[in-house]
């Protein structure tokens, strides 16, 4: 088994993290929003396809009020 050197692991690790591109604030901000409105959009899809199965269920079945 190969020896472990913690110290050439932090600086193989500081040599690769400066290679990162970071996104900007901007970039961040538009990301999130957009996530946000993605999560809304598939919870509103989701809700909309439960209660049709639910309905179609419930016509089938003749169960619920």
């Not at 604030?25 to 946000?36: F, G, Q």
């Not at 409105?37 to 899809?45: D, E, G, N, P, R």
């Amino acid at each position: 088994m190969a020896m472990f050197n913690i110290g050439q692991f932090v600086r193989e690790v500081r040599q690769e993290a400066s290679k990162v591109t970071w996104p900007s604030r901007k970039e961040t901000t538009i990301s999130t929003i957009m996530v946000l409105i993605m999560v809304f959009l598939a919870a509103i899809f989701f809700f909309l396809v439960d209660q049709v199965l639910a309905f179609g269920v419930e016509q089938i079945l003749g169960f619920g009020s």
